[in-house]
């Protein structure tokens, strides 16, 4: 079973905001593969279901971002997961332009909280991910504020088409077709 977790903060609050990107990526996978998000569990909404052939369980948790970890920590524990071939994180990048994609099997946190903290709790940074560029914070703006703002209507656009692309990159994925996904993504 693979675990498709994508990062975001709870709330009606964050909906549409930069930080909320792997959210949106779930609640693709969700409409397009028919699953249902809305079990409460693991300090999480989850949904079980099927990916090209392969079980998967989607998650959004719902401890805020930079509490990330607690959530994935526990869903790995319960279902008696490894990090290295059955975890998927789905999440933006200030450093990538809105829009583009980096897909990796492994990695540093790159200062994003939220992947410090997952890093923290599953003692490795060797689990996949997906980075969905949301661009670069303006010089004068806070990082927080920045990535909790809204982006332009121009930038949403890239951005959605970038979700839709990190879905079929997802659907790679789970296949054992990750390199394939990185040649086709990066």
């Not at 792997?22 to 693709?28: A, L, N, R, Y």
């Not at 010089?139 to 656009?157: G, H």
């Amino acid at each position: 079973m693979f675990v498709i977790a994508g990062l975001g903060n709870p709330s009606l609050r964050y909906d549409g905001t930069r930080h909320n990107i792997g959210f949106d990526v779930v609640d693709m996978l969700a409409k397009k593969y028919r699953i249902r998000v809305k079990d409460k569990k693991h300090k999480a909404l989850c949904g079980m279901g099927v990916i090209e052939g392969q079980k998967v369980l989607l998650v959004k948790p719902q401890t805020f971002m930079n509490l990330s970890g607690e959530s994935i920590g526990a869903v790995l524990n319960f279902y008696k997961l490894q990090p290295e071939t059955d975890l998927i994180v789905v999440y933006d990048d200030i450093s990538l332009v809105p829009g583009r994609l980096r897909i990796r099997k492994k990695g540093s946190a790159g200062g994003h909280n939220g992947m410090k903290n997952i890093i923290s709790h599953l003692g490795t940074q060797e689990f996949g991910r997906i980075k969905i560029g949301v661009g670069e914070k303006p010089q004068d703006w806070d990082l927080a504020d920045y990535v909790l703002s809204r982006p332009s209507k121009k930038d949403r656009l890239l951005m959605k088409e970038a979700c839709e692309k990190a879905c079929d990159a997802v659907e790679m994925m789970v296949q054992g077709k990750t390199d394939l996904a990185m040649n086709e993504f990066n």
